[in-house]
């Protein structure tokens, strides 16, 4: 119901906010980088992933916000240990019964809320998975990687449906609300920005349609490899976030609208 966030950061901690007033609600302290959190179905749990670093291994945590001790005690009521790679990114499947985790190495598993236990595992991407978002319904989820795609999975069983190919590494990926539309967001590597003129850079946030995995539009403005895309709720807005500093909120045009229920 957006009245709480969750953050994590490199700062070891992931913390609790009120969304109207801005309130700290609950610290976690961490032995490394917050890399991923989020809130169950529910709302009720929250999870978190730590980086592999400074001799620390990388942890999945799980806290019961309705345990006000496990907060208070710093101790989550499971952590999963992951020692072979560390995980990128992760987000909650349908109904919080388990979490599909994506690694460094390019694999997706899926760890049980209640158990820890690995469900399953693929290995699709040759490269680091950079997001992971879901469908509006929890059924499908899509995956952003180093290795130039993006990939669509169904969330339960982790079969692969979709690619979506681009020249660069794609660092986030979103699915429309409404539409058979998915946007992608990359470009090259920070560092090697400064050594290319943007035109060649690939800035620019990509359409591909879901079924046909074609792409179909781009949208230019930032001028700096794009870390992260979102659309709105009611799909009639898309947000990216870049590595030059900026958000940009697009809204689509009527005719976006009137030609997709055409077609």
Request: net charge negative; hydrophobic share 35%; proline share 3%.
């Amino acid at each position: 119901d957006t009245r709480h966030v969750l953050t994590g950061s490199a700062d070891n901690s992931c913390r609790l906010w009120d969304c109207e007033t801005g309130k700290q609600l609950a610290l976690v302290k961490t032995s490394s980088a917050v890399r991923t959190c989020g809130f169950d179905f529910g709302g009720n749990i929250i999870m978190f992933s730590t980086d592999k670093q400074m001799g620390y291994q990388c942890f999945v945590s799980f806290f019961d916000l309705r345990d006000s001790s496990q907060i208070e005690k710093n101790e989550p009521y499971m952590k999963i240990p992951c020692s072979d790679s560390k995980i990128t990114s992760a987000v909650w499947g349908p109904l919080g019964e388990f979490i599909i985790a994506g690694h460094e190495s390019g694999e997706l598993n899926q760890f049980s809320a209640k158990s820890g236990e690995q469900l399953s595992n693929i290995k699709e991407h040759t490269k680091q998975i950079n997001d992971i978002q879901t469908s509006r319904d929890m059924t499908m989820f899509i995956t952003a990687s180093k290795d130039n795609t993006a990939k669509l999975f169904d969330c339960t069983t982790l079969e692969h449906l979709k690619t979506f190919r681009t020249e660069r590494p794609v660092n986030s990926a979103a699915l429309s609300p409404i539409f058979d539309h998915v946007v992608l967001g990359g470009g090259q590597e920070a560092m090697d920005v400064t050594t290319t003129s943007t035109r060649i850079g690939k800035f620019e946030a990509r359409f591909f349609h879901l079924a046909f995995e074609e792409e179909f539009g781009r949208v230019k403005g930032h001028f700096g490899p794009i870390n992260s895309v979102a659309f709105h709720p009611d799909g009639k807005s898309y947000s990216s976030g870049g590595e030059d500093g900026y958000v940009r909120i697009h809204y689509f045009d009527p005719q976006y609208f009137e030609f997709e229920f055409e077609a």
